[in-house]
């Protein structure tokens, strides 16, 4: 299985990251140990979760995801072998939120316990909390590393502004640095990443694991109506890309698909593999056949006829 650096953490992933947002909501746990080994026996590795996941599901609380992850780990053995990445900052169900210190010390905590483990791997903040001052978040991440407790942090959702002043903290003061970014990317959402932030990590050599790299399941091609957007639970979201813009890259998508012999939804994992910067896209599933299809997409290798349709249609 390729490897792949997560910019300078010493950390090497697969071309995919699993996305972990699914267990205890749309796959329950006994679906969430057959993704989950699976995945492993297939050579990948390394799973992305968070403890707010998934707080949004009514009776909720956050750490549902966490916990069923934990569960996993203990009754597989061998933590070593996988790498846990998780988050920290989004609202709870009790209503904390954010990147104070104290915040920071009692949620990785709450991790810890939920995913049965004495060590997370890569330690994300979840979104920017401009209420408190970099170098205490900053801060509080390094105390966790010196008590091994974590081994490499990481940021999401931050502006290209806030981690450029993150990474020049983290210098200037000589505290560990987010080794890593999880923004949204794929063939619909492009500027938002490739005008400052691509660019930034590709100089500062972050690693970069873009989230809803199916853009809500729409690159699959199972929404390509209004319609179709009571087939699953994401649907709502993917109306918003029913325009001529989302219909000309589905088109793409399927020509691609049909000329390699493969899925639209490989294809999508298989572009973003390719994006310069881009260390391993993040994606879920909820079925065996699901997570199939997105693991061969990572192998996948397209050619320059496919790449330059699937740019100039998603332009």
Known sequence: MEQRSLGRSGIAIPP????GNVFGWTADEATSFRLLDALVEAGFNAIDTADVYSHWVPGHQGGESETVIGRWLQRRGRRDDVLILTKVGMRMGSGEQGLSPDW????????????????????????DDESTPLEDT???????????????????????????EALDTSARLGLPRY??????????????????????CREEEVGVIPYSSLASGFLTGKYRSEADRTKSP??????????????????????????????????????????????????????????????????????????????????
């Open 16 to 19: 995919l990251v699993f996305g």
């Open 104 to 127: 920071i010390r009692r949620e990785v905590e709450a991790s810890l316990r939920r995913l049965q483990t004495d060590t997370i791997d890569l330690y994300q903040a979840h979104r």
């Open 138 to 164: 900053l801060g509080a991440f390094a105390e966790l590393i010196r008590q091994g407790k974590v081994r490499a942090i990481g940021a999401s959702n931050y502006s290209a502004a806030r981690l450029r």
């Open 179 to 200: 080794e890593s970014l999880q923004p949204l990317y794929n063939l619909m959402e492009r500027p938002g990443f490739e005008a400052e932030l691509g660019p930034l």
């Open 234 to 315: 994401r649907g709502e979201r993917t109306t918003r890309y029913l325009d001529a813009r989302g219909r000309r890259v589905l088109a793409a998508l399927d020509e691609a698909a049909a000329r390699l012999g493969a899925t639209p939804a490989q294809v999508a994992i298989a572009w973003l593999v390719a994006r310069p910067g881009v260390t391993a896209p993040i994606a879920s599933a909820t079925s065996t056949q699901q997570l199939e299809d997105l693991l061969k997409g990572a192998q996948l290798s397209l050619d320059r006829e496919a790449i330059e349709a699937l740019d100039q249609a998603s332009a």
